[in-house]
């Protein structure tokens, strides 16, 4: 079993998990997915507010217990960066921001080239994006530059699921644009 994770992302992304909400909603098999972020100024108390929008999808593992299919986003969960608190989940079955016909089949496999590798790698790799994302969320509070955007756009590009990677640019559209590059 892995470190747990030491960056407040990390520590969000794995309380998500923990929440009575995501238990009740999400299937058992359902990943957390990168985070987007999202800043409100002014917010309703007048200053300002960071938000991660959370994609949830939905995975199964292979029978040799090596990787995992990928199924797309079955729904969102935003919560706010400060508090970890549930501001919205949003059911995308429902939502319908793309063309849904039927159930949904896999879209791609988990590792992907890019990460194929030993798990320490995956996980110092992983670990290092989470860290980038703590940066970036606190740039995004502060008002201020985010001086590490195009380390944080290489992690997040090496990292990104490729097959969900159209999900994203759907949901995330700016973020995913500045850092991932357009269509």
Known sequence: MPEPSTTRTGKLL???????????LAPMESGVGWPIPMRH?????????VFLKLPLYGYQRA????G????PPFATLT??????RPMEYADL???????ISGRPGAVGTFPH?????????????????????????DALQEGVPFGA???FGAALSRLMEPSLLPYYRILGGKFVERFLGPA
Request: net charge negative; no cysteine; glycine share 6%.
């Open 149 to 151: 955007a195009d380390e």
């Open 68 to 71: 995992a299919s990928l199924y």
């Open 14 to 24: 794995a309380d998500v998990r923990k929440m009575p909400l995501f238990r009740q």
């Open 41 to 49: 100024r002014p917010a309703w108390h007048g200053d300002t507010a």
């Open 79 to 84: 919560v706010d960066w400060a508090t970890g």
């Open 93 to 99: 079955r429902y939502t319908r921001p793309w063309d």
């Open 113 to 137: 080239d890019a990460v194929r590798g030993s798990v320490r790698e995956y996980i110092a790799a992983k670990e290092a994006l989470l860290a980038l994302y703590d940066e970036m969320l």
């Open 63 to 66: 029978e040799d217990g090596r």
